[in-house]
Structure formats: C-alpha cells, structure tokens
Nanobody, 132 residues
Framework: QVQLVESGGGLVQAGNSLRLSCQSS????????MGWFRQAPGKEREFVSA????????WYEDSVSGRFTISRDNAKSTVYLQMNSLKPEDTAVYFC?????????????????????????WGQGTQVTVSS
C-alpha cells in the first residue's frame, strides 16, 4: 500500500513562490507516474501537472504552464511542485497522486491521465492560499 504525504503549503502573497513536496512510502516509487491536482472550495478536483516514472516527461494544465514545474527524485521517493508567480486563483488544496506505470524500468512510459479517477493513491492534501 502506497502512502503519500504532501507538505509545503501555506499563505503567500500574489507573485511569490511555494514549493510543494510529496513523500511516498510503502511501495516502489519509480513504478508510478505522479500527478498533482488541486481543489478549490465548491469546485471539482482538477489536474495541475504530472510526471513520468523516470521524470523525463512532464505535463501541465494550461493555466500553470510556464509558472509551475514538476520534478521527482526517485532516490528520495519524492515528487515536487515548484510554483512561481502565484495568483489568487491558484488558491486550493493541492493533492499528489500516484498511478501505476507498467512501463517502469523500460524505455517506455505511461502518459498519466488528467482524470483524478484514474489514479490509484492519494495524499491528504496541503492548503495553498494566495492573497492579492
């Protein structure tokens, strides 16, 4: 059973940065593609970014592309989300999620879904609040 724990959220002013971390345990981290999602009050959980099992390929939701950077350190079983130029509309609870990549260990990779229901494991979330 994979456990995911997010950290790094907080309250920041618009234009500033935050770095979220998601520590994995209980499984082989490199066997999973990883994603970040967010959920604002009254809204559905939405895709933010994802990264392949080896970290060589990344995907972003249009509104964060160019401002957010996803990365991973398989040796530390951790995925990161560097968030720059934050805007009030980025305010949400941010979740990391894992989906099994059956190509792990090969030269191929699974393109992670942007649908939350496709992911196998979830963290508890970390609050990000951006003030104007």
């Amino acid at each position: 059973q994979v456990q995911l724990v997010e950290s790094g959220g907080g309250l920041v002013q618009a234009g500033n940065s935050l770095r979220l971390s998601c520590q994995s345990s209980g499984g082989t981290f490199s066997s999973y593609a990883m994603g970040w999602f967010r959920q604002a009050p009254g809204k559905e959980r939405e895709f933010v970014s994802a990264i392949s099992w080896h970290g060589e390929h990344t995907w972003y939701e249009d509104s964060v592309s160019g401002r957010f950077t996803i990365s991973r350190d398989n040796a530390k079983s951790t995925v990161y989300l560097q968030m720059n130029s934050l805007k009030p509309e980025d305010t949400a609870v941010y979740f990391c999620a894992a989906v099994l990549d059956t190509y792990s260990g090969t030269t191929y990779y699974y393109t992670p879904s942007r649908l939350a229901r496709k992911y196998d494991y979830w963290g508890q979330g970390t609050q990000v609040t951006v003030s104007s």
